[in-house]
Structure formats: C-alpha cells, structure tokens
C-alpha cells in the first residue's frame, strides 16, 4: 500500500470512528457538553458549538451537535446548511470514487461512514420536503434508492410522503405506508 493509500485509509477509519463518537479532542468533548448544558439558552450554546466544530472541522460529533441544535431549534435553514458540509465531509472521507456503485448491503448495515452519510441523505431530503424544496428532497431520495436500494436507512418512506403530496393527497389522509422498502421502481 503506498503512502497515499495508507493516508486515505487512516483517514476513513478516524472518520468512522468519529461517525459513532470516537477520536474527539477532550477540549472539543468539553466544549460540546457544555453546549449541552445551556441547550436552552441558545445565546450561550451556539458560540460554543461553534468554538467546537471550529477547533474540529472535520469531525462528524460537532456538526452533529450543531445540526440537532438548529434542527430541534427549528432554524430548518441552518440545519440544511450543516447538513450540506456534513455530507461533503463524509463524501470526501469516503473517497473520490464513493458511490460509483452503490456501497453493498454490508456497509450501508454496519459501516458507520458510509452510514453517516445515508442518513446525512435521509436528513437533508427530509429537512428540503420541510423547506418546500421538493426537487432536491427528490434529488437526494433517488440518490439514498440508488445507494441503499434494500432500505436500511429508512429513507423509502419519505419518498412515499413525498409522493402522495404530489398527487393530491393532503396531509391529514390516511396513510397506506409501505411496511418496508422502496417498492417498485419509479415509485
């Protein structure tokens, strides 16, 4: 394996260890649970999360913290816009040439950075059917379908929201979700 082989691979394996946690600075774990602690003083929170993803640009905890604090803070737009650096993170650790075929059944089951950056994907079609931006939400959706064609992320259901709001159904219909899965093709 030559050096920059070597590299990439170190690379991808800091990455996933971060996907679940691991390999984070102790001043930036301390910054984020401070974060944590003033959740619901945003005026105190942001700056310090901001500090966090700072001093760990890279690193998937801090963008997930920033993400949640906007998300649940319901600044949709903000939200989007981590999530947008979050998967061009993920899509660098995992290479170039990720996604040329679709990653198989055992990563997208067990391998955290090619599961970060499904959901990251499931995250951000969600988060666009909420900003009204149907034709990205569906751009992302085709491209979870194409990576993870067995569903194991769960994004097949929003597709299926997305596709009765398209035909006419309002909101508050009753709902015939798939138990399971994309269903056909082009559906």
Request: glycine content about 10%; hydrophobic content about 45%; proline content about 7%.
């Amino acid at each position: 394996m030559n050096a920059d082989s070597q590299r990439f691979a170190n690379d991808l394996a800091a990455f996933a260890d971060g996907a679940i946690g691991g390999g984070l600075a102790p001043q930036v774990e301390a910054l984020l649970m401070e974060a944590g602690k003033w959740r619901h003083v945003p005026g105190k929170a942001l700056p310090l999360l901001e500090q966090a993803r700072a001093a760990a640009p890279r690193h998937p905890a801090p963008l997930i913290a920033l993400y949640r604090f906007y998300f649940y803070g319901h600044q949709l737009a903000q939200a989007r816009a981590v999530g947008e650096d979050a998967l061009a993170i993920a899509r660098t650790a995992l290479g170039a040439d990720f996604g040329d075929l679709p990653p198989g059944d055992d990563a997208t089951r067990n391998d955290p950075a090619v599961r970060f950056y499904l959901f990251t994907l499931k995250g951000l079609a969600y988060l666009n059917m909420r900003l009204d931006d149907m034709d990205e939400a569906r751009l992302m959706l085709g491209e979870l379908r194409r990576l993870d064609p067995q569903d194991h992320v769960g994004g097949a259901l929003l597709l299926h929201v997305l596709n009765r709001r398209d035909n006419g159904y309002p909101a508050d219909a009753p709902a015939d979700y798939p138990v399971r899965g994309w269903g056909a093709p082009g559906s």
